[in-house]
């Protein structure tokens, strides 16, 4: 009786030992993949246009992860995101300093994306479902416009593009006591993109140059987590 006991005791604590070691901190390294229906705004000879279109945006991130209050996580994170817009609208264009009306069919933003998140989880035998809430920031320091097959202008331009508030469910299987693997569903519930001055601006309203509206986004995500 006191060896099975001792047995238990032990088999309870190497449990303990090993789910608090899993779950107290992780590093983690996520590739998002972001579909976007999105439109924009701009005049045509004093009438509004509202061209939309969709693309598909993709990254990758890292990230730590620190559970603060028994099951509650918060997660700090940083990573590259290559933004895309699939929209056709007039650019403010000049090659050679000649004004041409120009019109872009695609353009797209390289940005550095830090990100900070609160979420909760359980644990359900070797799966760990979680769901967070996470807040996006998108500092460009690249941007294509793809006018035709042989014009494609592109500048180095340093700024926000904008942000996001997205809401995340995800799963996890634990591997061993220190690895894990998942997939996530992204569903931004507020975007806002800032304005570009490569967009041409008729002084007809406001958000002439703003980026793009969101219509609708959804996204998925891979992850990979150590656990320390």
Request: include cysteine; aromatic fraction near 16%.
């Amino acid at each position: 009786m006191k060896k099975t006991i001792l047995l238990i005791i032990t088999v309870s604590l190497i449990y303990c030992n090993a789910n608090s070691q899993m779950t107290k901190e992780s590093i983690g390294v996520s590739i998002p993949l972001i579909w976007n229906n999105s439109k924009s705004t701009y005049y045509f000879l004093g009438s509004p246009k509202y061209p939309t279109g969709t693309a598909l945006s993709y990254g990758i991130s890292c990230s730590y992860s620190r559970l603060v209050y028994k099951n509650f996580f918060i997660i700090a994170g940083i990573g590259y995101f290559k933004q895309e817009f699939a929209i056709q609208r007039p650019l403010n264009y000049a090659p050679n300093g000649v004004q041409v009306l120009y019109s872009s069919k695609s353009y797209l933003y390289n940005t550095i994306t830090p990100m900070l998140a609160v979420g909760y989880l359980q644990k359900v035998r070797k799966y760990i479902i979680k769901e967070w809430i996470s807040y996006n920031n998108y500092f460009s320091f690249n941007q294509k416009y793809h006018i035709n097959e042989s014009l494609n202008p592109s500048q180095n331009k340093k700024f926000s593009i904008g942000n996001q508030l997205v809401a995340n469910i995800g799963i996890e299987r634990t591997l061993n006591n220190k690895f894990s693997i998942g997939t996530s569903l992204m569903l931004p519930v507020y975007t806002n993109w800032n304005k570009d001055s490569f967009f041409i601006n008729s002084f007809y309203s406001g958000n002439e140059q703003k980026i793009a509206n969101n219509i609708f986004s959804i996204g998925l995500s891979i992850n990979c987590f150590y656990h320390f």
